[in-house]
């Protein structure tokens, strides 16, 4: 894209030459004067912040601070049934489920018992030592069932785990019965096929894709440890997997990204703006600018999903992808309005280079950011909520972006700042 705009865009023009724009050909005009530029809507908003700095920095503030608050009481959602539309049929399915059985049926929590090489199935006080770790998980108030190769209907059946032992024993010395026979087969489900890997399904008493369920996993999995410790199964490896295990360490790296890749972005955005403008002050509030736009979205867009669209909670991808977006396409603004400024800085006081500056680029931001917002929107027609937030929330952070943060905040810390902009450096002004 880069090329193109820099060698087929330009050729294109020369050879188009002018009525490239058409039907709206502009046209040379030898009485042309800047004062024309600065009679359009953005050149008199330009005298209007540069007139009342301090109040229009104030009241934007004040306008896109209460959007944070919109943050309060929202969560993530990380249950894929809410992405989907309400009359789906596997939402309608899933809604009897959680009717008619414990809500961890449709998607329980498996456990995975590695033996290792010490460690028999055949032997007796091995299996006695599983039952009592699954016995001893059973018992937490969260987990309504486990099922494993011991109890293969539950601890909820009157098949117990002397009973599956017992059937086991009656079919190797060949006085096994069709029930015996039954158990046996339902119970090898739960065992690999080299008999070295034991699997026990955990049920929740709540959906498992509830916050309530996805933070127990941490716990679950010391559990699990504290218990294959206390027992002394030596070699015994365990790994706790399933939707909740996998929605939990989804969780955990989103909340990772959040703390250390974007401020790396940051940091390196700041870098690129510091080279840019040659400057340390600019680059540091245009990225804070970038941060309160960010949040004021997020803000506003969690109030809007949940209390105007009636959304469970947020998608889990939603608060970095919509940092990643913003942050590309406010800087691109950023670069082209404050290089604008700096460029009319070397011809005009600061004050007049900021009304021109406004004048000038307003517009082309202001199309490009309406653009962008109606690209964006198109995702808002697709079923999937996940994509539909995604599309408003980055629409709504653009066109905030774009109407207030490069419209009015900037130029009022511009204009409140004066030649601290540029520190250390500072503009060779062409001013007689």
């Avoid at 005009?29 to 908003?45: A, D, F, L, M, R």
């Avoid at 700095?53 to 944070?68: A, E, N, Q």
């Avoid at 937030?389 to 653009?398: D, E, H, I």
């Amino acid at each position: 894209m880069t090329i193109a705009a820099l060698t087929l865009v330009p050729a294109a023009l020369l050879i188009l030459g002018r009525a490239a724009f058409w039907p709206f050909i502009p046209r040379f005009n030898e009485n042309y004067s800047p004062e024309i530029v600065q009679n359009t809507i953005y050149g008199k908003v330009g005298r209007v912040v540069l007139k009342k700095p301090i109040i229009t920095l104030t009241i934007t503030i004040i306008f896109l601070g209460t959007m944070i608050f919109g943050l309060i009481g929202s969560s993530r959602s990380f249950d894929p049934i809410d992405s989907l539309p309400s009359k789906t049929e596997s939402v309608k399915s899933y809604e009897l489920l959680r009717e008619s059985f414990p809500p961890g049926t449709l998607s329980p929590t498996v456990i995975l018992l590695e033996l290792g090489e010490e460690n028999k199935i055949t032997d007796i006080e091995f299996l006695n030592s599983i039952d009592i770790i699954a016995s001893n998980l059973v018992a937490n108030d969260k987990i309504d069932d486990i099922i494993y190769f011991g109890r293969p209907f539950g601890f909820n059946s009157n098949v117990s785990f002397s009973q599956v032992l017992q059937s086991s024993q009656n079919i190797n010395i060949g006085e096994g019965t069709p029930q015996d026979f039954s158990i046996v087969n339902k119970s090898e489900r739960f065992l690999s096929n080299d008999k070295n890997l034991v699997k026990l399904e955990l049920i929740f008493k709540s959906n498992p894709n509830s916050h309530e369920s996805i933070n127990f996993i941490p716990d679950l999995r010391v559990a699990v440890e504290n218990n294959i410790k206390n027992l002394n199964l030596n070699n015994v490896v365990s790994y706790v997997g399933g939707q909740t295990a996998q929605s939990y360490d989804s969780k955990k790296a989103a909340d990772r990204d959040l703390v250390i890749v974007l401020p790396m972005i940051l940091l390196a955005i700041g870098i690129i703006l510091a080279i840019l403008l040659k400057s340390f002050i600019a680059p540091i509030y245009l990225i804070v600018t970038i941060i309160f736009t960010y949040f004021s979205t997020l803000g506003l867009a969690a109030f809007i999903f949940i209390f105007v669209f009636d959304h469970q909670g947020l998608t889990p991808g939603l608060a970095f992808f919509l940092f990643v977006f913003l942050n590309a396409l406010g800087v691109d603004y950023n670069i082209y309005l404050m290089s604008r400024l700096r460029e009319e800085s070397r011809k005009n006081n600061l004050s007049q280079a900021t009304i021109n500056t406004l004048a000038s680029t307003g517009g082309v931001i202001t199309s490009a950011g309406l653009i962008l917002a109606g690209t964006f929107s198109a995702l808002m027609t697709l079923p999937l909520q996940d994509l539909f937030q995604l599309g408003f929330a980055v629409a709504l952070g653009v066109l905030m972006d774009t109407f207030i943060t490069r419209t009015l905040i900037v130029p009022s810390l511009v204009t409140l700042l004066g030649k601290w902009n540029w520190w250390p450096f500072s503009i060779k002004t062409n001013i007689e």
